[in-house]
Structure formats: C-alpha cells, structure tokens
C-alpha cells in the first residue's frame, strides 16, 4: 500500500538539465563525440497548439516536457571540422530557430566553429507543443501571431543543449560510432494509401510496404565501450495524441525517448539531467504516416471511411471529414501514444544491443555542405522530372485538400481530401475567399496543375509572407554516413527517391559501397510542408495539396541534392544559393497570455483539494492548488510538479517525478475568469511502486504588483 503524506518545500530556483556526452576513439576508430540535452517546453497555459492548427486546442498543463538532444561529432586530427545534429522535441524546426540559435552560438565565443552550415536541427513533428515559434504567418494563425518569448527560449534550449554537447565532447578522449538497422513492423500506416497506389507499379513493386518499416539507428561509446548516446530515424507521424489534446507532450517519439533514456540511466532518474544518457528518436519521411494503426474510421468505433476521400456521412447525409477519425492501437490517445512509443524503444534497444547487427562507421571523413534555393521559380532539368521533359517549381500555394486535413486530424470546413482539377469538386466558395489575399495568377493556377488553389501563400504578404519561397537544403557526411536534411515533410516514395538520387550520385563519385547508408531528417532548418511525388501530387489529397511549390517539387529536391552530394564526393560543396528573408521585425505577435489573479480567499499556492491517506500501487494520486498561469514562468530546466518520497532512514524527502516523467500530468485550469485557475498533479502510481510514504509538490511563480515572478512552491 502506497501512502500519501503532507508536508511544505519552499523550493525554486532552476535545476540544470544536462545530458553531455563525448564518443570515445577504441578498436581503431577515431572520432571526438558529444552529447547533450535540454528543455524547450515553453508556455504550458493558454497558447495554441503547432500542428492541427486548432486555434480551440491551446495548451492547459504538461504530459511530459519537450527536449532538444544534440550530438557533435568531430574529426580528432582537425577539431574544427566537426557537425552537429540536433532532434529537438518540436513540431519542427522553422529557419527562424536556426538563425537565433546560429547567432546565439556566435555570440557564446565559437566564431566560426558553429555556423549553418554545420549545424543540422531537424523536429520530431509533435503535434503537442506551444506555437508561436516562426516568422512565417501561415503557420501562426492558430494563436494569432508568432510569441517571441517561445520562440526565444526554444532557440535558447537548442544552444544549450549544444554548448553542453560541446563541453562534453571537450571532457572525452574520443569514442566511436556504430550504426546498426532493424525491422519495426507494427508502428506505422500510409493515411493516404489511395494515393500512393498512383505511384508506378514497378517502383511500388521494389518494396514491400506503402511505408518504411526500417529503423536506422547509431550507437555512441566511450573509450571503453560505454554506451552514451543513441539516434534513430524511423517514420512515423507525431499524432499519437489527437487534436483533443491539451497537454504539452513529445507524443510517441518522445515517449520513446523518455523510456530509452530511463532504461539505461534508471527508473528513478529524473528526465534531462546533467550526465543522463541522450536518446534521440529523430523524425524522417513521416510525410503520409501515421501511428494511428488501427485506421480511419467514421467514429472512434465506427465501419472504415471511405477510402478514395477519407470521409463519412454527417447527420444530413453529406461526406464530410470531420466524422472521419484514425485510430491508435490503445482505448485512447495515451494509451496509443505509449504503445507506439513503446515499439519504437523496443526495437531501438534491441538494435542497440544486437552486437551482430552493428558495425562502425569509419573515419573516412567529416563532410557538410548548404545551400539555398528559391523554389519560386527553379527549372527542373528532364533527367528528374516525373514527365520526362524540362518543368519549373512555383511559388508556394496550398490546395482544398489542405483545410480537409488528415485522418489524424481532419478539418471542420466543407473540404475533403481528393479535391483537384479534374474531378469537377473544387470548393469554389472557399477559393473565392482565399483569394481575397491573393489572387493567384493563371500563370500560377498552371503552374500549381491539379491543385485547386484555396490560399496563394507564397504571394500573400499581408501582415508578411506567410510560407517560405526560399528554403535550405543541408548533407552531413560522417564516414560511410549521409544525412540529408530536408525542409519539408516527405512521403514515403517521396523519401525513397531522394535516398536513391543520393546514392546514384555517390555511385558515380566512387564512393557507393555495400556499407554506405543514406538517411533523411525530415522537418530540419526551415519547414515548408509537404513535399509528394508527382504521381501523388495529382491525386490531391492532402499530403499533394499541402506540397507548396507545385507538382514538380521531388524533383527539384532531388536536383539540388544530386548537385550537392555530386560536389561533396569532389570534396567541395555546391552553390549557397540566395539567402532567404528574415522577418524580424514585420511579424506579427500573439495576444498577451491572460495576467493572473486570485479569489479573495485564497492564495497561490494554497491547497484546495487534499490527497487521499493512502494509494494502492496502479491507482492515481491527485491534488489540486491554487494557481498562476504556468505561461508566466515556464520553470525551463525545473518543474512545475515532484513526487517526493519520505527517506526513513535520513528523514528527508527525495524527488523521484517531475513534470517531465511518463506517469506524472500537470494540469491547468482556468476558470471562466481567465486570469484565475487551479493546477492539480496527478501522479499515475506504477503498479510496481514500492509502498513508502510519497507526497505531491507544486511550485510555480506568481505575479506581483510590480510585474514581476516571485517564487510561490508549496508542496503537500
């Protein structure tokens, strides 16, 4: 029997989340390596959430917090050519992020040792984060406008989790690096496998499933064969946890994360300390994947959707989206997110182990190379186009099929998924409304071919531009390791092409060998949204109508990186291209999140709902207090919970949860009054707990008259 006990902390201050780690040189290997980890989570209270763009979802408390893992690796006989790869805990990483933390890391003394073009941030694309952290207005409108005090601290998280790789990697003699591979079968769906089918047959014949099922994965040891650091790339979908959602969460990959990272450092460990192991469950070509394995269906429990539009009746009989719902494999959207995270970690940690199935990677060479390019208007040369003739990308515009949205989270509108052209059931009336901001050009209504165009985002420049025209491509070579960086979400075919582009191009550079492993990293440097193949660009489902620069787009991506691995295999590096526009200044911000006050009778911090006496293990243990809006203090690198527990033996309690454990939620409630709420913390008490006398701390930051946070932690 579990017991809870009441007691009072006066705790604040900030505790350092660090994770800094450094490969090893052994068995002949000879790389400098180093790790780190920090928190990006950002305001838990009253902000819309990135992804379903919902401006009805904003966030109300934390699942679990959001990290930035980052790995330097460096050449030991020149310490100055070195890489970093970032997987940060986001919905992505937008050219924003990239240019603050490429000043903040000038600005820490590096001078040139971290510039853009060796540094490679990529998101993992969960759909449970704060937005507000770009410059491009589309991807604003949920809340409103950009919030530059998120998009400042995730930049400041990104540096710091990079400053803390670059220490380690300063305290390590050297390391190696392993890559292994693993078959993961049961984790992912194609959410649009009608579209896929129109992809050529012989190329679908190539593989075995409509999505990747390969997990590619590195392994990081010291000197002495101590494991620190791990990366995978495996695609799937960050929409474990559905648009219903209000809780900060990292969704499956970062459940997966969070459980790799217990498994080596322990249960007990708190999340992203100083000196944890550093697990990184990178995102690829997730572009059409989805973790909801069950499928689509009209209602939770409902018969399938119909498979070509992915819709149901409504009440009136009408085929609509919004009935339509992807299904995880779990009772509800935790469960889900668990189970898939789960199969991630598992397969992760069985490749990691798997000493016949890894390999090193040598040190050949450390290589990177970027550049830009203005998909406004680039001439696609025949050798790569879908339609064996010379085409031309246009400037970014999204489709009908856009608003319908997706099975993991459809739109409310009248749009469905399939909507293009030549079926005659383009939504007049939502165009004609789309082109209040702009009205595309027949040039442009040609250019886009099978898209219905509803908004022409890459003209509309009202308040400013709203998606990115000029957007970065980036490799990173690492021995017989490339990685490609890609500033879009690419399906799966999609992905398949550009990773056999790559590898042509090595081929004729001599440097193709059995060994030689591709990878993309999906969502990294900027985002532009989709990127389809052209085949499934005509059908026009959403992953094609959210593919910005026409049906051309593959190809133009596979140009540009066969120029860039074509010049890398040279030693040299291709054209950095234009540079892309900085919005500083012309954005526009979101609404102030609501100022906090309390009742007359009652104070931050008091409590207002008791825990029980006692607790069976499996049970959940709550309280609740009065609160502060969280978004007025994120508690970065802190928490705004801990399960303490009672040491008999030194009479003194010990943390042993926080805000950023699986089976902790920290839950925010604002009253009809805005500016007065409650938090309760729920401790979800593992059925494997040991009996011991527990108690739940609540610590947040309340306003004073003056404006500022004064520290009110109050624990029972």
């Known amino acids: 029997m579990t017991k809870m006990g009441c007691g009072t902390v006066l705790l604040v201050g900030f505790v350092s989340a660090v994770c800094l780690f450094e490969l090893a040189q052994a068995q002949g290997q000879n790389f400098m390596i180093g790790a780190g980890i920090a928190d990006v989570t950002g305001p838990a209270g009253g902000m819309a959430m990135m992804g379903y763009v919902n401006p009805l979802q904003i966030t109300k408390g934390i699942h679990f917090r959001l990290r930035s893992r980052a790995v330097v690796v460096a050449d030991p006989n020149d310490p100055s050519n070195r890489v970093v790869f970032v997987s940060a805990d986001l919905g992505m990483v937008f050219g924003a992020i990239k240019t603050l933390v490429v000043e903040k890391l000038a600005n820490a003394g590096f001078g040139n040792l971290y510039v853009r073009e060796n540094v490679m941030l990529s998101g993992i694309h969960t759909h449970s984060g704060p937005q507000g952290f770009g410059w491009y207005t589309l991807y604003n409108v949920a809340g409103f406008g950009a919030d530059e005090r998120n998009m400042d601290m995730i930049a400041e998280g990104i540096t710091r989790s990079i400053l ?21 079968d049961d984790a992912n769906i194609n ?4 579209a896929y089918e129109y992809n050529p047959q012989w190329e679908k014949d190539l593989y075995q499933n409509n999505t990747d099922h390969e997990m590619t994965l590195l392994r990081f040891e010291d000197d002495n064969g101590n494991p620190i650091a791990m990366v995978n790339w495996f695609s799937v979908h960050g929409t474990s946890m559905n648009n219903t959602n209000h809780l900060i969460s990292g969704d499956n990959k970062g459940t997966a994360s969070y459980l790799f990272e217990k ?94 199935n890894l390999r090193d990677i040598p040190n050949s060479a450390i290589q990177y190379c970027h550049s830009f390019i203005d998909m406004r208007n680039t001439t696609v040369s025949a ?38 052209n030549t079926s005659g059931d383009a939504n007049d009336f939502w165009n004609n409304v789309g082109s209040i901001l ?20 890459g003209s509309v420049k009202i308040p400013a531009e709203w998606t990115p ?15 490609v960086a890609v500033p879009s979400e690419l399906t ?39 990127c389809a193949t052209y085949e499934e660009y005509g059908v026009q489902r959403y992953e094609g109508a959210s593919t910005l620069f026409g049906p051309h787009t593959l190809a133009a991506y596979q140009q540009e990186f066969a120029r860039m691995t074509s010049a890398m295999t040279t030693g040299t590096c291709s054209d950095p291209g234009p540079e892309a526009v900085d919005l500083r200044g012309n954005v526009v911000q979101a609404p102030a999140l609501a100022f906090s006050t309390h009742p007359a009778d009652s104070f931050y911090g008091d409590l207002l709902a008791d825990v029980k006496p006692t607790y069976k293990a499996g049970e959940v243990a709550s309280a609740t207090f009065q609160a502060a809006n969280p978004s007025g203090n994120y508690m970065t690198e802190d928490t705004f919970l ?74 029972w």
């Open 438 to 457: 702009h009205e595309p050009s027949e040039e442009q209504k040609l250019c886009q071919g099978e898209k219905p165009i509803f908004i022409d985002t």
């Open 492 to 530: 799966t075919m999609s992905g398949r092409r550009l990773r056999q582009t790559v590898r042509d191009e090595l081929a004729a550079g001599g440097l193709l060998t059995d060994d030689t492993t591709v990878v993309i990293a999906g969502l990294s440097n900027e985002y532009s949204q989709y």
């Open 191 to 194: 959410r649009s496998p009608s």
């Open 164 to 184: 803390r790789a670059h220490d380690d990697l300063e305290s390590r003699k050297g390391g190696r690096i392993r890559i292994g591979k693993g078959q993961l």
């Open 263 to 356: 498994e080596i450092d322990g249960r007990d460990t708190l999340p992203g300390q100083k000196g944890n192991f550093v697990a990184m469950f990178a995102q690829t070509n997730e572009g059409d994947v989805s973790p909801n394995i069950e499928g689509p269906h009209c209602g939770y429990w409902g018969p399938p959707c119909d498979y070509e539009h992915s819709t149901c009746p409504n009440d009136k009989g009408e085929e609509r989206t919004a009935g339509c719902i992807a299904r995880g494999p779990g009772n509800n959207m935790f469960e889900s997110t668990f189970i898939i995270g789960q199969r991630q970690f598992s397969k992760a940690l069985e490749v990691f182990n798997d000493e016949s």
């Open 469 to 483: 025209n000029v957007v970065p491509i980036q490799t990173f070579r690492i021995g017989d390791l490339w990685i």
């Open 642 to 715: 801990k399960v303490e527990k009672l040491e008999t033996s030194t009479n003194s309690w010990v943390a042993i949860r926080s805000d950023g454990d699986w089976d902790t939620r920290f839950l925010w409630n604002p009253h009809k009054n805005p500016t007065v709420s409650t938090a309760t913390i729920e401790w979800y008490i593992p059925k494997d707990q040991p009996a011991g006398t527990y108690r739940l701390v609540y610590q947040a930051y309340y306003p004073t008259l003056l404006g500022l946070y004064s520290c009110a932690c109050v624990g």
């Open 383 to 420: 050798e790569f186009t879908s339609t064996g003739q010379v085409e031309r990308t246009c400037p970014g515009a999204i489709g009908d099929a856009t608003a319908a949205g997706t099975t993991d989270g459809a739109g409310s509108l009248s749009f469905i998924q399939g909507t293009n």
